[in-house]
């Protein structure tokens, strides 16, 4: 595949799901979620919470073929834009401990030759608005990149609107959140992560991405349901802050739950955090069976992924897949489980 279908692909699978509100139609023959799972085909890991309590948490067809290893509970998967999430909180922290003086400092604040950095701030890198285009096009998949290099990428390109002037998503502003945070924080970027979030929370299976999965226990990605095509490599330099991370089940109901209850997002943060419609830091917040939720999904070659929090409710939906470009999938089983269940 040439690189820059790589591009094409990443900002699709990295996308998230649209602030508007998206359902599907119930199945009039719908029972349950597991024989609806079973139904469709879903290859993964799937997780329903309703009013705190699980109606469904189970793993479905292969981790890997070629082994005969069936998908777990606690098989890991890469999760793609869902690390966005933990990159928008590391800023949120920064912040909250005064070394980042306010969301809306510009960049060149922190680099001082950014070109327009004076118009940029975090806070448009945050909620997509900066105008910084977006890095993947043109770029070779298997070339390990610094986060430097990343960001030059895009550094000296003109700018595709007018900073703050309207939303577009594109996975250069968090790539260069990731660049800030190092800078920020004296720490690299996956050494902030694991010691002022993932330990905080007891996310020991939640870590930068490998680039050839080896780990005996992490799924291996596909490029269809029918697992018949191993995924295309990427080095996982190159998703970086944007979507390198991988995780299981378990440690992604933590972080939601996290989320929901605010153990590490304050009242106040949450202000910030979550917009009153549409992309928030990492989170949309959507509707679904006309109920208020804050949702990401995310996708990387093989892996397809997808959290739907019920903050008003104390329900949860998470999904994990092992099969490339299943976000469409992962929306529609949620909201139709959503319509049934909740």
């Not at 597991?34 to 292969?62: A, M, N, P, Y």
């Not at 291996?220 to 490599?233: D, L, V």
């Not at 996982?236 to 089940?249: K, Q, T, V």
């Amino acid at each position: 595949m040439k690189a820059v279908c790589l591009a094409v692909f990443l900002i699709a699978s990295f996308g998230v799901l649209s602030p508007r509100v998206y359902s599907h139609p119930p199945h009039s023959n719908y029972t349950d979620a597991e024989s609806l799972l079973k139904s469709e085909g879903f290859i993964g890991v799937f997780l329903v919470k309703r009013d705190g309590t699980d109606i469904l948490r189970k793993g479905f067809g292969s981790a890997n073929v070629a082994q005969k290893i069936p998908n777990r509970i606690d098989t890991q998967y890469r999760i793609g834009s869902l690390s966005k999430t933990l990159t928008a909180l590391a800023v949120v922290q920064l912040k909250n401990t005064g070394k980042i003086p306010s969301y809306d400092t510009p960049v060149s604040h922190f680099v001082k030759d950014y070109p327009r950095g004076d118009e940029i701030t975090l806070r448009h890198l945050l909620t997509h608005r900066s105008g910084i285009p977006e890095f993947f096009n043109g770029i070779d998949h298997s070339e390990s990149f610094s986060p430097l290099e990343l960001v030059n990428l895009t550094k000296f390109k003109p700018l595709e609107f007018e900073p703050g002037e309207k939303y577009s998503y594109s996975n250069s502003n968090y790539i260069l959140l990731g660049y800030l945070i190092e800078l920020i924080s004296g720490y690299a970027y996956k050494q902030y992560l694991s010691q002022h979030i993932l330990e905080e929370l007891g996310l020991d299976h939640t870590g930068y991405g490998e680039s050839t999965i080896s780990q005996a226990n992490h799924a291996q990605g596909y490029t269809t349901a029918n697992q018949a095509e191993p995924a295309n490599y990427i080095d996982m330099s190159i998703p970086y802050s944007a979507g390198a991370l991988s995780s299981n089940l378990a440690d992604l109901e933590t972080w939601s739950e996290s989320i929901a209850t605010g153990s590490l997002i304050s009242a106040a943060d949450k202000e910030d955090v979550f917009a009153e419609r549409g992309y928030g830091f990492g989170w949309v917040t959507s509707t679904v069976a006309g109920k208020k939720v804050y949702t990401q999904s995310g996708g990387i070659y093989g892996f397809s992924a997808l959290i739907v929090i019920f903050p008003e409710e104390n329900h949860l939906i998470i999904g994990l897949s092992n099969i490339e470009g299943q976000q469409p999938i992962l929306k529609q089983l949620a909201a139709t489980i959503a319509e049934n269940e909740f």
